[in-house]
């Protein structure tokens, strides 16, 4: 499922054309079989209505699932703005004109370019990277020696400040990445998706014409509606990512 989200838009739309297709072939065969035994037992077709009781349900979970989504990228976007400011705060502390302090520039500079390289970029945020746990140690460091060397003790305050941001930001960061990926709440949609085609073919048996559209209406709108809902499921993977220069720059890439 994740080889999926990670998808470029056209390779993740032909793919899921597939499954329109494969979803379709499911319920045409279903569809068939239920016809042939509704010819030989008219009572044994459940009541139009009954579709209704999966397609909620399925309708319901698509919902959640949109919901999760939106929410992580918007929880994303946040992250990722907390910690880039966190960082030209920390620069900002570092120059000249306010601590003149070199190492605590280099300490920054050294994370964010591990961050971009090691655990955004090689890894998707998905595993914390050593190198990245060693730099933020060596932030901490250069934060207590200014905090024992008679600073002010605003300018203190603010750099703790800072730091404690730049850390909760990597933290939420590493979290969203691993909650986007999460592969249940999938395999709970895929489910109901299979289960609702297998309904309408069940309630269709006595009308295998008007099954046929039926099935040919949902497969296409299951099939459109899980694409769009796929290029929008990791806000660090496919489509729609956050791009990692964004540490650098305030533009959304």
Not at 35 to 46: Q, W
Not at 88 to 112: I, Q, S
Not at 181 to 210: C, E, N, P
């Amino acid at each position: 499922m994740a080889t999926l989200l990670g998808m470029s838009i056209y390779v993740s739309f032909l793919a899921f054309c597939f499954f329109g297709a494969l979803l379709y072939a499911c319920g045409w065969l279903l569809l068939k079989l239920r016809g042939l035994r509704a010819l030989k037992d008219p009572t044994s077709v459940p009541i139009g209505a009954f579709v209704g009781t999966i397609s909620t349900a399925w309708a319901l979970s698509l919902g959640f699932v949109a919901a999760d989504a939106w929410t992580l990228n918007s929880r994303a976007d946040l992250a990722t703005s907390n910690e880039r400011s966190a960082i030209f705060r920390m620069l900002g502390t570092a120059h000249p004109t306010v601590l003149n302090n070199e190492r605590l520039k280099n300490a920054v500079e050294t994370y964010r370019n591990l961050v971009v390289s090691d655990e955004w970029g090689a890894d998707d945020n998905i595993v914390p990277s050593p190198k990245v746990e060693k730099s933020l140690l060596a932030i901490r460091s250069v934060v207590q020696t200014v905090a024992s060397d008679g600073t002010p003790s605003p300018i203190v305050s603010q750099l703790i400040h800072d730091f404690n941001e730049l850390q909760n930001a990597r933290n939420d960061r590493i979290a969203i990445a691993n909650t986007s990926i999460d592969q249940y709440k999938w395999y709970l949609v895929l489910a109901l998706t299979f289960l609702t085609i297998a309904t309408i073919a069940s309630t269709h048996a006595d009308r295998v014409r008007a099954g046929r559209h039926a099935l040919l209406l949902y497969s296409a709108t299951a099939s459109i509606s899980l694409w769009i809902l796929a290029i929008h499921a990791n806000p660090y993977i496919g489509t729609e990512e956050l791009n990692p220069t964004l540490l650098f720059s305030s533009q959304r890439s």
